[in-house]
């Protein structure tokens, strides 16, 4: 199982940015997605969570109203649109999903929030 994350950089507080986790070795549409960021010095929190449809999603308060997550199962990708971004956004980003028991992670994206 290979998850390849994009889509992070540099961005104003307000700004937006749209992650990507391309994931493959697996069969996509049968595992629930999630994306997860880890603060530098700190653990990881889960931000938002999609079953294998896309039509039941789960959210981190803090994130509430300004993320989405969604996929799309014809591309085995996993989006995270992340809008309204604060400075406390800053972290490395990760998909991750659980394979035969045992869960897989990406090397990640790092998203920096700063004026």
């Known amino acids: 199982v290979q998850l390849v994350e994009s889509g992070g950089g540099l961005v104003q507080p307000g700004g937006s940015l749209t992650l990507s986790c391309v994931a493959s070795g697996l069969n996509f549409d049968h595992h629930h997605m999630k994306w997860y960021r880890q603060f530098p010095g700190k653990g990881r929190e889960m931000v938002a969570t999609t079953n294998q449809l896309g039509n039941s999603k789960d959210y981190a308060d803090s994130v509430k109203g300004r993320f989405t997550i969604s996929r799309d199962n014809t591309r085995n990708t996993v989006y995270l649109q992340m809008n309204n971004l604060k400075p406390e956004d800053t972290a490395g980003y990760y998909c991750?999903?659980?394979?035969?028991?045992?869960?897989?992670w990406g090397r990640g994206t790092q998203v920096t929030v700063s004026s």
């Open positions: 991750t999903t659980l394979f035969v028991g045992r869960d897989f």
